[in-house]
């Protein structure tokens, strides 16, 4: 053993079933396994060739097309239709404006479905969890030259949601509906318990402060109740904690959870659940648990600021808990979806690439960050008049925002490896509900994401 230092979605939604993953491919058990994602090596023509079209392209030379295909989770919502309306009386381009399904592996699903296609869009959402998978399918471009070319000011993307896209020196996507993992907690809960109207400092702290959460609970509640173990939730949460411990999932492609500080972490979660000093609980609808009192605290996405406060006017919000690291060190992971150039040939990657300038200004990201609750993508988006308003009338809007200064870029594991964050949600669920030690557990997940990268990632490096 060595040792170194959204929105919230309908729970349909949110954890889709076993089954439906599997058909994504995302389990990786067998040479099956994401069959459609075993494609050529990045750049290349064979599926779809659209980096290498678009590498060396003079944009100057290109004229954009008359229309483009968009797919997008929030096809249907007003304020994306408006953006796309008006980016169309701006410039000319009409928009076939698509729904990918109800959630992000849906998207992922029907974007593979389309690849390679007169069905394939122009422009797509992808979240952080497959837009890597977009990658190695060779059907998405990098969007650096091409967003140089259009003057897009990339410096003043949040560094921490753009650089979440980077991959061999380019990026592939830019941030659109963005988050971070929050801690939320019941300030009425915290004044009868005695406690300081703050988050803890640290999880330690918080596991101090436990017993007396719980003194004032009903007796099925718990200090913190947590999301069932599953996709988008586990593995973004526990890479938080972990990172707060100077631990992670990985370093790059290399495994690193058999240090001490990640065991500790594993057995951190064991004991948060299970034995006498046990904590926490699954929650089996958090949001309405929380809300009813049964929990003193929970961890949620950003978008959560509003719709927890309408149900529950006692909301305390804070940065996410630290551990052993120095308070002001990144420690928090972001999430949600960038928008990616997927389009088959100069003008319509020219197009899509101005479709994306428009979605990003300052002023939409703004809008669209007020509308959804996701995160201001753009330090500028912060200082308009839209934003200043919403933070005006919900303070607690700010912190979020703050909690940027010590986000990072998410470990390969769960963002880049494709089924990584299944496979680590399945290793969790065996020490959270079944309450097995971290050292064995972290053994066999090692092992299974070492196969995943071989079968599924290597061939195509």
Same mark, same amino acid.
């Given at each position: 053993?060595?040792?170194?230092?959204?929105?919230?979605?309908?729970?349909?939604?949110?954890?889709? /079933?076993?089954?439906?993953? *599997?058909?994504?491919?995302?389990?990786?058990?067998?040479?099956?396994?994401?069959?459609?994602?075993?494609?050529? /090596?990045?750049?290349?023509?064979?599926?779809?060739?659209? #980096?290498?079209?678009?590498?060396?392209?003079?944009?100057?030379?290109?004229?954009?097309?008359?229309?483009?295909? %968009?797919?997008?989770?929030?096809?249907?919502?007003?304020?994306?239709?408006?953006?796309? @309306?008006?980016?169309?009386?701006?410039?000319?381009?009409?928009?076939? !404006?698509?729904?990918?399904?109800?959630?992000?592996?849906?998207?992922?699903?029907?974007?593979?479905?389309?690849?390679?296609?007169?069905?394939?869009?122009?422009?797509?959402?992808?979240? =952080?969890?497959?837009?890597?998978?977009?990658?190695?399918?060779?059907?998405?471009?990098?969007?650096?030259?091409?967003?140089?070319?259009?003057?897009? &000011?990339?410096? =003043?993307?949040?560094? #921490?949601?753009?650089?979440?896209?980077?991959?061999?020196?380019?990026?592939?996507?830019?941030? +659109?509906?963005?988050?971070?993992?929050?801690?939320?907690?019941?300030? @009425?809960?915290?004044?009868?318990?005695?406690?300081?109207?703050?988050?803890?400092?640290?999880?330690?702290?918080?596991?101090?402060?436990?017993?007396?959460?719980?003194?004032?609970?009903?007796?099925?509640?718990?200090?913190?109740?947590?999301?069932?173990?599953?996709?988008?939730?586990? @593995?973004?949460?526990?890479? /938080?904690?972990?990172?707060? !411990?100077?631990?992670?999932?990985?370093?790059?492609?290399?495994?690193?959870?058999?240090?001490?500080?990640?065991?500790?972490?594993? $057995?951190? +979660?064991?004991?948060?659940?299970?034995?006498?000093?046990?904590?926490?609980?699954?929650?089996?609808?958090? #949001?309405? &648990?929380?809300?009813?009192?049964?929990?003193?605290?929970?961890?949620? /996405?950003?978008?959560?600021?509003?719709? +927890?406060?309408?149900?529950?006017?006692?909301?305390?919000? #804070?940065?996410?808990?630290?551990?052993?690291?120095?308070?002001?060190?990144?420690?928090?992971?972001?999430?949600?979806?960038?928008?990616?150039?997927?389009?088959?040939?100069?003008?319509?990657?020219?197009?899509?690439?101005?479709?994306?300038?428009?979605?990003?200004?300052?002023?939409?990201? @703004?809008?669209?960050?007020?509308?959804?609750? +996701?995160?201001?993508?753009?330090?500028?988006?912060?200082?308009?008049?839209?934003?200043?308003?919403?933070?005006?009338?919900?303070? =607690?809007?700010?912190?979020?925002?703050?909690?940027?200064?010590?986000?990072?870029?998410?470990?390969?594991?769960?963002?880049?490896?494709?089924?990584?964050?299944?496979?680590?949600?399945? !290793?969790? &669920?065996?020490?959270?509900?079944?309450?097995?030690?971290?050292?064995?557990? %972290?053994?066999? *997940?090692?092992?299974?994401?070492?196969?995943?990268? &071989?079968? $599924?990632?290597?061939? !195509?490096?």
């Amino acid at each position: 053993m060595r040792s170194r230092s959204g929105l919230i979605l309908p729970e349909s939604l949110r954890q889709p /079933s076993r089954r439906s993953l *599997l058909q994504l491919g995302g389990l990786g058990l067998g040479a099956g396994f994401l069959a459609a994602c075993s494609g050529p /090596s990045v750049g290349s023509s064979e599926g779809g060739g659209n #980096a290498e079209t678009a590498a060396g392209t003079d944009w100057s030379t290109v004229e954009p097309a008359e229309q483009i295909t %968009f797919m997008s989770l929030q096809q249907g919502t007003e304020l994306e239709q408006e953006l796309v @309306a008006e980016f169309t009386a701006e410039t000319g381009i009409a928009i076939n !404006h698509i729904s990918g399904g109800g959630s992000y592996e849906e998207l992922a699903q029907n974007f593979r479905a389309s690849a390679g296609t007169s069905e394939q869009p122009d422009v797509a959402q992808a979240s =952080d969890v497959f837009w890597f998978q977009y990658l190695t399918s060779g059907n998405t471009i990098p969007v650096d030259g091409l967003l140089e070319h259009l003057e897009v &000011e990339v410096d =003043d993307f949040q560094e #921490a949601l753009y650089g979440d896209y980077e991959f061999d020196g380019q990026h592939w996507a830019v941030p +659109y509906g963005r988050s971070t993992p929050m801690f939320y907690y019941n300030k @009425a809960v915290w004044e009868s318990a005695g406690l300081p109207d703050r988050g803890p400092d640290t999880w330690t702290e918080f596991q101090e402060w436990s017993p007396q959460i719980q003194s004032v609970l009903p007796a099925d509640g718990a200090a913190m109740g947590w999301s069932a173990p599953g996709p988008s939730n586990t @593995a973004w949460f526990g890479q /938080s904690i972990l990172w707060a !411990h100077d631990a992670a999932f990985s370093h790059e492609w290399e495994w690193s959870l058999d240090t001490e500080e990640a065991l500790w972490v594993g $057995n951190f +979660y064991r004991d948060a659940f299970n034995g006498p000093d046990a904590w926490s609980k699954v929650a089996v609808d958090q #949001a309405a &648990e929380f809300a009813a009192g049964l929990y003193g605290a929970i961890m949620g /996405s950003t978008g959560g600021i509003v719709s +927890y406060r309408e149900m529950l006017p006692t909301l305390g919000v #804070a940065f996410m808990p630290g551990g052993t690291i120095p308070a002001d060190a990144p420690r928090v992971p972001t999430g949600g979806n960038g928008l990616t150039i997927s389009g088959p040939t100069p003008e319509k990657q020219l197009a899509g690439g101005m479709l994306l300038r428009h979605l990003t200004t300052p002023e939409n990201s @703004a809008r669209w960050a007020v509308f959804t609750g +996701y995160m201001p993508t753009r330090k500028a988006a912060i200082e308009t008049e839209t934003m200043q308003a919403a933070i005006a009338e919900v303070p =607690d809007r700010q912190i979020p925002i703050d909690q940027l200064e010590i986000t990072k870029v998410q470990d390969y594991a769960r963002a880049l490896l494709p089924g990584g964050d299944l496979l680590i949600s399945e !290793h969790f &669920e065996r020490i959270i509900l079944s309450g097995e030690d971290a050292e064995p557990v %972290f053994a066999d *997940l090692t092992n299974e994401l070492q196969r995943a990268f &071989e079968q $599924n990632v290597e061939p !195509h490096l």
